[in-house]
Every structure is written in structure tokens, then in C-alpha cells.
């Protein structure tokens, strides 16, 4: 067997929300982990917990902050000091805290749309205000288009790089203008990591914070191994402040002990991941590149009206269905026609009901009956 190499029975036998929020006759395409399996240093790493029945309090300081330091350095080139890091459970709370501590209520957040939709929570459900900045679609890529201008109650911006659901990943010129822009708006910027590792041949990952000591001292960059690695479950996450006196800020706001730690499980998979899963991950990424390519022409032979700009980065497909005239929301249309479980558009913002989020990190011949599915409901109509 193959790293890539698992059936629909053995998927659905799993207890994750991917293969149990539908019906078991709905092929599921959406929520963001793999249906394959881990690296063998990651399995290796959770044996040896459960053969030592190792449950008690972890002793584990700055073992992640030390393997985040190590990581960063040699996939990105960016080196940083593990002492500005914080560990905690997931990415999710990372911005939450940081749009707490670094904004008011009633503060605006500047957010790119289509957007990661919990980033929309961490804005709302604590009383910020949403500044939305929609992407431009260029014919070629969806880009940033940033505005002219902002409020002056705008404190912050949350960045997704490469970005969920486009699956865009920026140029240096991109990223120079995002920083310029942060700078001459006095603003602190969040800057979602997450998907950095899943970069196609041709582009390259840009830490934001790695641009230069200006930008770094107003980035925190929130990342972790649970995409790439596939260990989302796991809950391990890192916080970077690029400046010490960020994180002092940061800290003076919001007491860490409130952030809770990782887990050992999270912890212990996330070092072995970053320090010896390469190999594994290199044949992942050839998995997901060929599905993609496999996706897009599918896409354009088969699906003419749909539109989906390749993505760079990720192992998402944002499909412009707005070409079918469907009579519902497209992510509603081919749950109820395809028997296809995707990520609804509309979730993404208000504007992209006509749209929906495929994930292709799926087993070739179970990406192959997804889009066979979604092809028949749309000439059956
Ligand atoms: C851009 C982005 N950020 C964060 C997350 C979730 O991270 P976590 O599970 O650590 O909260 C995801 C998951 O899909 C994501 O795509």
C-alpha cells in the first residue's frame, strides 16, 4: 500500500466529521484534511506514547518552539528565536486571542474575501467589525486588490497566506505591497500560515514576517504540521510574534494560561512531522499535484461553465459555478444532485453563494467518482 492508497470503506470507518457530517451516501469533498494517512515517523511518535502509556503532565518546554525555529529555517530560509513563540491547541484561537488583544470593540478588521469563514467569527463574535476586502478573479488568478484607503478604526488586518479558499500563494511583489500597506495604515497584521508547506513547483512560500524588521514587528504568524501532515485532530499550533515587544503586548492583554497548551499527542506527532516527514510529504505533494492538474482539466472538459483558477498553493479548488445558473446555492446543488458533500461558497462571504470549495487530497479513484458525480447532476438537469 501506498501513502495515497486507501478505499471508501476504510475512510468511512475513520471518526472524523469529514466522512460523518453527510449522509452516508454522499462522497465528502470538503472540510481540510487528507484522506490518507501520516508520515511513519508521526505513527512511530504515537506508538511510543501509547506503548509507554505515557499519559501523565508533558515534559516537553520549548521542544515545539525549538522544532518551529529548526522548520522555519529550513524550508523558508526564515530564522527566528523560539523564545517569541507561544504553543497552543489550534490556529482558530490564535486569531480569536490575537484580534482580542491587539483591537477593541467596535474596531475594524480588514479581511480578504472569499474568506477561511472562522476568521469572519473572530472578527464578529467579539465585536470588531468587519472591513471586507474582496479578491479580484484577473482571468488568470484571483488577487489581491487592496482598498486605497482605510477607516481610521481599522487596527488590523487577518492575512491568509497562501490563501484558503483561493489557494493563491504570493509573489514577493505581492507581499511587499501587503506590508507597505500595513505599515502606512499603522496596522497589526495575523498572518495565517497554515497551508505554507503545500506550494506547486513554480511558486515559492514567503513568510510576510520575513520581509524585514518593520513588517515582522506588527506580524504575528500563526502556523502549525496538521495540514500538511494531516494531523489536524492533534490540536498543536504556534503563535510567532516577529518583534519580543509584540508578544509583551500580546501577553499583557491576554494571559496565556487562558490559551491552554497543546496536547503531547500534538506536540510529539508536530516534531516528528517537521523533523523527519519530508519524505513522506514529498510524495504527498506529488499525490496533490496530480490531482490537481487530473481536477482542472477534468474541470474544463467536462464542466465547461465552471471555472477554477489552478491553485498554487493547497489542495482546494474554488469553483466558480455561477456559469450553471443553478437555482439554488451551488454547494446545495450538488449536495442535493451529486450526492457531493463541498464546502458551500456562501460560507466563504455572502457574495459567493454561486461557488464552492472542493478539497482534492482524496485517493485518485474516489476524486475521479466526486467529479463523476457532480458531471452527471449537471447534465441531468
Ligand atoms: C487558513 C486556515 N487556518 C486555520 C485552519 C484551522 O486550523 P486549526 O484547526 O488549527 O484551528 C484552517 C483549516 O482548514 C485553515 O484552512
Known amino acids: 500500500m501506498t501513502a495515497t492508497d486507501f478505499d471508501i470503506p476504510t475512510l468511512r470507518a475513520r471518526r472524523t466529521n469529514k466522512w460523518h457530517k453527510f449522509p452516508a451516501d454522499v462522497l465528502p469533498a470538503w472540510v481540510a484534511d487528507m484522506d ?3 508520515a511513519p515517523a508521526i505513527a512511530a511518535a504515537m506508538k511510543r506514547l501509547t506503548d509507554n502509556q505515557e499519559y501523565g ?7 515545539l518552539a525549538e522544532a518551529f525555529a529548526r522548520r522555519m529555517g529550513s524550508r523558508f530560509g526564515w530564522h527566528v528565536d523560539p523564545a517569541d513563540t507561544i504553543a497552543l491547541g489550534d490556529l482558530v484561537q490564535a486569531s480569536f486571542s490575537s484580534v482580542m488583544a491587539f483591537s477593541e470593540p467596535g474596531d475594524g478588521v480588514l479581511l480578504q474575501l472569499p474568506s477561511y469563514p472562522p476568521f469572519m467569527g473572530a472578527i464578529a463574535d467579539t465585536g470588531r467589525r468587519l472591513i471586507a476586502n474582496p479578491m479580484r478573479d484577473d482571468g488568470t488568478h484571483w488577487v489581491l486588490d487592496l482598498p486605497a484607503s482605510v477607516n481610521p478604526r481599522t487596527r488590523m488586518l487577518i492575512f491568509c497566506h497562501p490563501q484558503n479558499p ?3 500563494c504570493f509573489t514577493r511583489a505581492e507581499l511587499e505591497a ?3 500597506f500595513v505599515i502606512r495604515h499603522d496596522l497589526i497584521v495575523v498572518s495565517d500560515e497554515i497551508h505554507a508547506d503545500i506550494v506547486y513547483p513554480g511558486g515559492q512560500h514567503i513568510p510576510l514576517a520575513s520581509l524585514g524588521a518593520e513588517i515582522a514587528a506588527r506580524t504575528i504568524t500563526i502556523t502549525s504540521a496538521t495540514k500538511s501532515f494531516n494531523i489536524p485532530a492533534l490540536r498543536c499550533a504556534v503563535m510567532h510574534f516577529g518583534a519580543p515587544a509584540l508578544k509583551v503586548r500580546f501577553v499583557a492583554r491576554m494571559p496565556t494560561r487562558l490559551l491552554g497548551s497543546p496536547s503531547v499527542t500534538g506536540v510529539d506527532a508536530t516534531v516528528a512531522a517537521w523533523d523527519e516527514g519530508q519524505g513522506w510529504f514529498e510524495e504527498i505533494m506529488a499525490c496533490l499535484q496530480g490531482n490537481r492538474d487530473w481536477l482542472a482539466s477534468a474541470i474544463a472538459a467536462e464542466l465547461p461553465r465552471v471555472t477554477m483558477r489552478l491553485p498554487q498553493a493547497t489542495y482546494l479548488a474554488w469553483l466558480d459555478c455561477r456559469g450553471l445558473d443553478l437555482p439554488t446555492s451551488a454547494g446545495q446543488f450538488f449536495l442535493d ?3 457531493v458533500g463541498l464546502n458551500f461558497g456562501e460560507t ?4 459567493y453563494a454561486g461557488f464552492a470549495r472542493l478539497n482534492f487530497a482524496t485517493p485518485r479513484p474516489v476524486l475521479e467518482e466526486v467529479v463523476g458525480r457532480m458531471v452527471e447532476a449537471v447534465r441531468g438537469r
Do not use: I, L, M, N
Request: charged share 25%; no cysteine; net charge positive.
Open 166 to 168: 483561493t489557494g493563491r
Open 178 to 180: 501587503v506590508a507597505s
Open 337 to 339: 444532485k451529486a450526492r
Open 36 to 38: 490518507f494517512g501520516v
Open 57 to 63: 503532565y508533558a515534559a516537553r518546554d520549548g521542544v
Open 348 to 351: 466563504f462571504g455572502p457574495e
